[in-house]
């Protein structure tokens, strides 16, 4: 990695923890207006403080971020495809010169490993680590899962390697069991998604469960702003991926802030 790459790749992954709490909010580039993100401004705005970078695409970052934020940019540069039709059949939306002057500091895109397309896929992740490389931005690979696909580590374990192979300078896979597995296969770091919703103790089991088996860090979406309470939500996760602490530890403190977070506004007098 040259010095700019690194540069960039520091900004995501805190030099200090050596780990990473980013916040993904790019589901509607395949999904439309989702659940907690139907106004992507507002969902932000409150999260972004606690965010070491944020996960999207070009649309939603210049209608509603500010362009005054400090928080690191990982650009989602795939697409072309929505969930009524063939998911894997994505191409590159976004050119590395709109990801410069856009000041990113990664790009994203998805593989689809055993998908319809799964060629087209890992070509369009060559092209954009050779365009990564040309100008010193980092590619994260995300190893997309299609509907019969087993998210088991056999599976994930190929594709995230196939991601380090092509040249990804890091990759976002989900957890499975035996996820060490995935990690001792992958040379480069492992970030995990958060999935479909599920109760916030189980996303913080499933946020140490990764750490602890080596991922450093989450990219995680839903069970961040779909949460009754996503600011508490997103401070538990941190206090696991950067403090260390135990799931009991991240859920009192969850509880403990969501009961501030959802207490009824009184209106001044
Ligand atoms: C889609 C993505 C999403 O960003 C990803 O699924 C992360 O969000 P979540 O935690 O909601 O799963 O990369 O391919």
């Known amino acids: 990695m040259d010095w700019g790459m690194k540069n960039r790749f520091s900004k995501i992954i805190r030099p200090d923890t050596g780990r990473t709490v980013m916040l993904a909010v790019d589901h509607g580039y395949f999904q439309g207006p989702t659940t907690g993100l139907e106004e992507p401004r507002k969902t932000v705005e409150q999260l972004l403080p606690y965010a070491d970078a944020l996960m999207l695409t070009r649309g939603v970052l210049r209608t509603s971020i500010d362009p005054a934020v400090s928080t690191p940019i990982v650009l989602r540069v795939s697409?072309?495809?929505?969930i009524l039709k063939e998911l894997s059949n994505e191409g590159l939306t976004t050119s590395i010169e709109d990801a410069i002057r856009l000041n990113v500091s990664a790009v994203t895109m998805s593989i689809f490993v055993g998908g319809e397309y799964e060629r087209?896929?890992?070509?369009?992740?060559?092209?954009?680590?050779?365009?990564?490389?040309?100008?010193?931005?980092?590619?994260?690979?995300?190893?997309?899962?299609?509907?019969?696909?087993?998210?088991?580590?056999?599976?994930?374990?190929?594709?995230?390697?196939?991601?380090?192979?092509?040249?990804?300078?890091?990759?976002?896979?989900?957890?499975?069991?035996?996820?060490?597995?995935?990690?001792?296969?992958?040379?480069?770091?492992?970030?995990?998604?958060?999935?479909?919703?599920?109760?916030?103790?189980?996303?913080?089991?499933?946020?140490?469960?990764?750490?602890?088996?080596?991922?450093?860090?989450?990219?995680?979406?839903?069970?961040?702003?779909?949460?009754?309470?996503?600011?508490?939500?997103?401070?538990?996760?941190?206090?696991?991926?950067?403090?260390?602490?135990?799931?009991?530890?991240?859920?009192?403190?969850?509880?403990?802030?969501?009961?501030?977070?959802?207490?009824?506004?009184?209106?001044?007098?």
Do not use: W
């Open 79 to 82: 697409g072309g495809t929505s």
């Open 120 to 269: 087209q896929t890992l070509l369009n992740l060559s092209k954009l680590v050779n365009l990564g490389e040309r100008y010193g931005i980092p590619v994260l690979a995300v190893t997309a899962v299609g509907r019969d696909m087993n998210r088991d580590a056999r599976y994930l374990g190929l594709a995230c390697r196939i991601a380090a192979e092509l040249g990804a300078h890091f990759v976002k896979t989900y957890f499975c069991e035996d996820f060490e597995k995935v990690v001792r296969g992958c040379p480069v770091p492992l970030v995990v998604a958060g999935g479909k919703k599920i109760p916030e103790q189980d996303a913080l089991q499933l946020t140490y469960n990764a750490i602890h088996a080596g991922a450093v860090g989450v990219d995680m979406g839903r069970n961040i702003f779909q949460s009754e309470a996503p600011v508490a939500m997103i401070k538990a996760v941190r206090s696991i991926v950067h403090e260390n602490a135990t799931v009991d530890e991240a859920s009192i403190l969850y509880n403990l802030l969501k009961a501030e977070e959802t207490k009824p506004k009184v209106p001044a007098q």
